[in-house]
């Protein structure tokens, strides 16, 4: 589906007609992301996020594929080879740290682009299947992220490893037999580094297909917008090529900018010392963290010390970390303001900046600190507004709270009236 | 329905998360925020320490590489291993081939006697890696009060400020201070430990290695071996040891921000004009 002032693809000579008669594949990319998508003419840079992130998905990708050419997911040579890959491959040391502060650097646009979401209710009608889909990628990232942290099999990796996989033996009567199952033994082992590599190679194109639903979900309704006011016009809109084509353009250079200027000097930044030292079973390290993307997951996880009533205080931290993720599938249904923008509803904006951002900034310090005080009490008091947040605030709010005036359209927003606001009364755009 | 449930679900983890939180502030009350340790209080976080290599515009000082590394083979590597380091990669260090070849005739490794078949030692080949001092982790252990010297390869990666942590602990052995055993009695350094307030529990079962000034005979022309210019020689080596791209990444990393530089401000240039058409000014 698409608006009915949509440009029509037209193949311009012979290579381009025999094409679109046999496999209209320059018609479907004209259509997904070129001057076929018209697309709101308002969006701001918190826009550029679904881009840069598909942009980090091709680079793990790649730089991924040919770290598996040098490295060998075998408990005795894994670290092994990774110093291999850093001393003697050729450029191998920066298709690691690229492949390393990559993945960081696709959460970090995944979380903004997340948040965006939030902020602009972007789960809500019609886009509900949309934000579904962006939850699955997040929990398969996750997972991904997870399975390749362990192949280096460093200090790291294997409590890492062996702490996550723990979690399942939360689980009453059949936690430890599924521990043993997906671990392929009692502990992790060779066994399970390599069944991680298996899945770590494989989960990628998962997302990648999923990532074409998302977009595929995405181009039945159109983008949102800042305001949160449906297109009406055609004049509420620019066709994605050249507009959003070159805004990306240019927030991808940014991103390269800090992404290289982490990969040639701080390459180590966001990873762990331990994980230099090679895994070994017998010498637990003082402090076992995961990954800095994880750590307000981990914080809600470790918030829960003591039993309540018959349910140990260990599944419950498993049952709120899950939650915590698994809470977002809910937001289009929990959230009923008809009003999208956080911009044009007072209460809903206090309570975004003034309570999620703050509590998951708690989350995320308490997470990588040591389950010591005051860091405990801390994440537990962030757990519980979390799940205030989500599952008791968000649905008051949005029946108590009056929001602000809407404009009309897009373009009123953009220009003040609507009238003077014709795209290409005076210029025509350059196509 | 599902705003009904999902109140109720949000209120139950709240609740549950907030007994946890009532325990934990019960017992903060009545029995304190858990009693101070040793190693809390004694602890130190490494000293200054100023290479050649660091910064963003530094390299490698190849002399003070090549005193470190004769630093480490005189004194390090009677107990430590540097199993991912190769003879060949001393290259980088400024030595050329016929140095490599008698560098590496100078290590005796383990190799297959030809005609007999039988393990024996060999004087090694600049394709060798550096050969461990015990033939294994038993081996190790034994001779050293059951603590394995960790492999040094990766040392000043593998700690939190790893080169400045490498110079602090062999600079850092002392007496243990008598506020220490003032305040913890308990805490006495155990026979054949060391007390190093560097180290993290504070005791460690490597004696001083670098004991006296001029232990290591450095060639004219380099500065005098105190035990502080030994440590920083051998810091400097392992920082080159964990990372001997380091020169050329920061190298390659320069020209790769200058282009993108210039990309993007071009890629701005561009988006302005492509937009200067609809001109659109955000209110939100």
């Given at each position: 589906m698409s608006f009915p002032w949509a440009r029509q693809y037209e193949p311009k000579n012979g290579l381009t007609k025999f094409l679109d008669e046999k496999l209209p594949l320059p018609r479907l990319v004209y259509g997904a992301i070129g001057a076929g998508y018209p697309v709101p003419?308002?969006?701001?840079?918190?826009?550029n996020f679904g881009v840069l992130a598909g942009f980090c998905l091709v680079l793990q990708i790649v730089t991924g594929v040919v770290l598996a050419m040098h490295y060998?997911?075998?408990?005795?040579v894994a670290f092994g080879t990774t110093e291999h890959i850093m001393?003697?491959?050729?450029w191998g040391w920066m298709m690691r740290y690229a492949h390393a502060n990559g993945a960081s650097f696709f959460f970090i646009v995944v979380y903004l682009h997340i948040f965006r979401g939030f902020f602009y209710s972007s789960y809500k009608a019609p886009r509900e299947m949309i934000w579904l889909l962006g939850v699955v990628i997040f929990l398969l990232m996750m997972a991904t992220a997870f399975m390749g942290y362990v192949l280096p099999w460093g200090q790291m990796s294997f409590w890492g490893a062996k702490v996550i996989t723990g979690l399942?033996?939360?689980?009453?009567?059949?936690g430890e037999p599924i521990q043993v199952w997906l671990l392929g033994?009692?502990?992790?082992?060779n066994a399970a580094l390599n069944r991680f590599f298996s899945l770590h190679f494989l989960l990628p194109f998962v997302i990648a297909g999923v990532v074409i639903l998302h977009i595929w979900a995405l181009h039945i309704p159109g983008s949102s917008n800042p305001t949160g006011v449906e297109i009406k016009?055609?004049?509420d809109t620019v066709p994605f090529h050249p507009y959003y084509t070159a805004k990306d353009g240019f927030g991808l250079g940014i991103f390269l900018l800090l992404f290289c200027t982490m990969v040639f000097f701080?390459?180590?930044?966001?990873?762990?010392?331990?994980?230099?030292?090679?895994?070994?079973?017998l010498s637990t390290p003082a402090h076992i963290v995961p990954e800095w993307y994880f750590w307000p997951f981990y914080a809600i996880l470790r918030?829960?010390?003591?039993?309540?009533f018959f349910v140990p205080a260990k599944l419950m931290g498993v049952l709120a970390m899950f939650a915590a993720i698994l809470v977002w599938f809910f937001l289009p249904w929990l959230?009923?303001?008809?009003?999208?923008?956080?911009?044009?509803r007072p209460l809903f904006r206090k309570f975004f900046w003034f309570g999620l951002i703050p509590t998951m900034a708690v989350l995320f310090y308490c997470g990588g600190a040591p389950a010591e005080e005051p860091f405990v009490m801390l994440s537990q008091l962030a757990t519980a507004y979390y799940f205030l947040h989500f599952l008791v605030i968000l649905p008051l709010v949005s029946s108590i709270e009056k929001p602000e005036p809407l404009p009309y359209s897009i373009t009123e927003a953009v220009?003040?009236?609507?009238?003077?606001?014709?795209?290409?009364?005076?210029t025509t755009p350059a196509v | 329905m599902i705003r009904l449930f999902g109140i109720l679900a949000g209120l139950f983890f709240t609740v549950a998360v907030m007994w946890s939180f009532a325990t934990g502030a019960f017992v903060a009350a009545t029995e304190g925020l858990g009693e101070e340790t040793a190693e809390h209080a004694f602890h130190k976080y490494p000293k200054d320490l100023h290479l050649a290599?660091?910064?963003?515009f530094g390299t490698f000082d190849k002399a003070q590489l090549q005193r470190g590394y004769q630093v480490y083979k005189e004194v390090c590597a009677a107990c430590h291993s540097?199993?991912?380091?190769?003879?060949?990669?001393?290259?980088?260090?400024?030595?050329?081939e016929a140095q490599l070849k008698a560098e590496a005739a100078s290590w005796q490794v383990p190799g297959i006697d030809?005609?007999?078949?039988e393990a024996t030692m060999r004087p090694g080949l600049p394709?060798?890696?550096?050969?461990?001092?015990?033939?294994n982790t038993v081996a190790a252990a034994a001779a050293n009060n059951n603590a394995i010297p960790p492999d040094l390869s990766l040392m000043a990666k593998a700690r939190h400020d790893g080169s400045a942590y490498v110079y602090s602990l062999l600079t850092?052995?002392?007496?243990?201070?008598a506020e220490l055993l003032k305040e913890f009695p308990a805490s006495k350094t155990p026979t054949g430990l060391h007390y190093n307030p560097y180290f993290p529990n504070l005791n460690?079962?490597?004696?001083?290695?670098?004991?006296?000034?001029?232990?290591v005979t450095y060639a004219?022309?380099?500065?005098?071996?105190t035990i502080d210019q030994m440590a920083q020689d051998v810091a400097a080596f392992l920082t080159w040891t964990a990372e001997p791209t380091l020169d050329k990444r920061k190298q390659t990393g320069w020209p790769v921000l200058g282009f993108l530089l210039f990309a993007t401000i071009l890629a701005f240039f561009a988006k302005k004009q492509i937009w200067s058409a609809v001109k659109p000014s955000r209110k939100d």
């Open positions: 003419r308002n969006l701001s840079y918190m826009w060998a997911p075998n408990a005795l001393r003697d491959v050729n399942f033996g939360a689980i009453p009567i059949v033994g009692f502990a992790p082992d016009t055609e004049a701080l390459p180590n930044y966001l990873g762990h010392p331990d994980n230099y030292i090679e895994a070994n079973p918030a829960f010390t003591v039993d309540f959230d009923k303001s008809p009003v999208r923008s956080g911009h044009y220009l003040g009236s609507d009238k003077k606001a014709v795209l290409g009364e005076n | 290599s660091d910064g963003v540097m199993k991912f380091v190769a003879i060949r990669d001393l290259a980088d260090l400024g030595y050329n030809p005609s007999t078949g394709t060798d890696y550096f050969p461990s001092p015990y033939p850092g052995y002392q007496a243990q201070p460690l079962a490597m004696a001083p290695p670098l004991t006296a000034n001029g232990q004219p022309g380099n500065p005098d071996p």
